[in-house]
């Protein structure tokens, strides 16, 4: 077979196009495929319509490699003349429009992408950072471009923060097909408004349940856009765990600080046991820690009140389960360990989204995942300089959208 017909077959390559020619450069390790066109009737790229040709331009790609040859394809493109839209190149089948790699190097680019970190990318394919950032942005913007219209009935919001801890972006998932649907931003009202105006008022009216932290801003929003909101924002498990962890080991610090002026060591170094779930304990760390928890230690109290409170997420009826909360709640105010205490007042005055997250069963696991999946982007990037990129990977990782380029052939 002869080197022209080898690279149009592996290059897929259809009349009018052929394989005019193949030169190796040995000492630049590279490959150079000619691809030329025979006559044939041409179509304006933006309209579809025949045009005659005009002249051609000479363009290249870079391929994927052929053995450990870089591989380029040169092709003498035609240019036509449209009536309306004036001299324009035609589409080639083997890359989109405007990018300088075949959609074949684009494609695996993205699985590696999606695999590892842009740098480990961009040294193993012999490429810059910034050619795997546009090629990683430009599937990000075709998959948001190809997304079909959103109907999504149970969501998350969650804010994540960005670089520097005090800066923030908004993730909107869509709980049930673990998507992001959304991501700006801030974590402002307006962050979360920007959303809901993606959404036709038949859209906002399918929601029917929305998780979220107990966060004024994203209340309010959800309160203005969602019709019957008060039953539908729901202040999920996971959310809720983490103030009671908090506080939790707030009240295991002051303590342990008492215990350590009398040489008392009893609660150094058991952040972790107070704030696992025993059941991922080895047994010798289970008998240690049930010591510790049968004590009468404030710490062991405060443990008591938050398995208790975890406990109640189990309820079916919203009755039930407010008697519940009011016994815990009565329990938390009588409880003399202040940041229980505290975080009992943060959950009254917030009880009726808790209920909801009770009786809709609101995911309680999915946001926890969604964070966790957010914060390895977060790690593998080491720190993003700039919210676009951030926002871009997330859609990227986390957005289950269709990334490829198309192409006809190749
Ligand atoms: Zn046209």
Redesign the pocket.
Known sequence: MRDTDLYAQILGLQTPWYVSGVLLNRSDSNVTVQVAAQSAQWH??????P?PRYDKRTCRWRHLDTMQYHTILEAEVPRVQ????GV?LVDVPWAEPGSGYTAMFESVVIDWLLRTDSQSVAQMLGLSWGVVDRIMQRAVARGLARREELYPVNISVDETSFQKRHEYVTVVTDQDSSRVLYVADDRTTQSLDGFYKTLSTQQCDGIRSVAMDMWPAFIRSTLESVPDALHKISFDKFHVAKYLGDALDKVRREENRTLQRDGDTRLNRTRYQWLTNPNNMSREQKQHFAHLRQSTLRTARAWAMRQEAMSLWDYKSRGWAQKGWSSWLGWAQRCRLEPMKKVGQTIKRHLWGILNAVVLKSHNGHSESMNSRIQRIKRQACGFRNRERFRNAIYFHCGGMDLYPKAISV
Do not use: A, F, T, W
């Not at 304006?44 to 319509?49: L, S």
């Not at 449209?82 to 839209?85: K, P, S």
């Open positions: 304006c790229p933006r309209c579809g319509k045009s449209c009536d309306e839209h324009l």
